[in-house]
Nanobody, 120 residues
């Protein structure tokens, strides 16, 4: 079975920084892409950032210039460096991976989520 394990969430002050990380493990044949999504109370889940195995990135307009996504293909990990955090960044952040396994092709997997709270 595939498992995504997230870490790095917590409470920070406005203007502060956090670094989230996620590691994928299991019967993985290929990692096509990995990324981060978030969901705030009363709002729909939204894309934050994604990165392909080739290094192509995509960011939500609200986080461009503040967040940076990176990956280590050899270890099947992805990280999100979050700087200049704002209260509106408060949300549960979910790790996502699009993977090829022995039984499924290009299937999306999700972590359990980690809470990021930006407050003074």
């Amino acid at each position: 079975q595939v498992r995504l394990v997230e870490s790095g969430g917590g409470l920070v002050q406005p203007g502060g920084s956090l670094r989230l990380s996620c590691a994928a493990s299991g019967s993985i044949v290929r990692v096509n892409s990995m990324g981060w999504y978030r969901q705030a109370p009363g709002k729909e889940r939204e894309l934050v950032a994604t990165i392909t195995s080739g290094g192509s990135t995509n960011y939500a307009e609200s986080v461009k210039g503040r967040f940076t996504i990176s990956r280590d293909n050899a270890k099947n990990t992805v990280a999100l460096q979050m700087n200049s955090l704002k209260p509106e960044d408060t949300a549960v952040y979910y790790c996502n991976a699009n993977l090829d396994t022995r039984v499924y092709y290009a299937w999306n997997y999700w972590g359990k989520g980690t809470l990021v709270t930006v407050s003074s």
